[in-house]
Nanobody, 113 residues
Framework: QVQLVESGGGLVQPGGSLRLSCAVS????????MRWYRQAPGKARELVAG???????NYADSVKGRFTISRDNAKNTVWLQMNSLKPEDTAVYYC???????WGQGTQVTVSS
């Protein structure tokens, strides 16, 4: 059974950086389109970034130029590098295999002074 395990969340001051990781079990990671979503309190879950098996990426307008999604197919891992963090980036961040219904447990990111 495929499992996704996120890590790397925490409390950071505005302008700071965090790097989220998502480790995926299984042998077919390289073919997955991987996505990061986030959900803030009282808001719908929103797509933050996605990356294909070949490394093509897409981003929400709100994070373009600040966040970078990357992956290592040999390590079955996808990352989300988050720079210049803002209070409005505060949310639970989830890793997802596109169109699979498979999600990680989520990791809390809090941006506050």
């Amino acid at each position: 059974q495929v499992q996704l395990v996120e890590s790397g969340g925490g409390l950071v001051q505005p302008g700071g950086s965090l790097r989220l990781s998502c480790a995926v079990s299984g042998s077919t990671f390289s073919i997955y389109v991987m996505r990061w979503y986030r959900q803030a309190p009282g808001k719908a879950r929103e797509l933050v970034a996605g990356i294909t098996g070949g490394g093509s990426t897409n981003y929400a307008d709100s994070v373009k130029g600040r966040f970078t999604i990357s992956r290592d197919n040999a390590k079955n891992t996808v990352w989300l590098q988050m720079n210049s963090l803002k209070p409005e980036d505060t949310a639970v961040y989830y890793c997802n295999i596109a169109n699979s219904g498979r999600w990680g447990q989520g990791t809390q990111v809090t941006v506050s002074s």
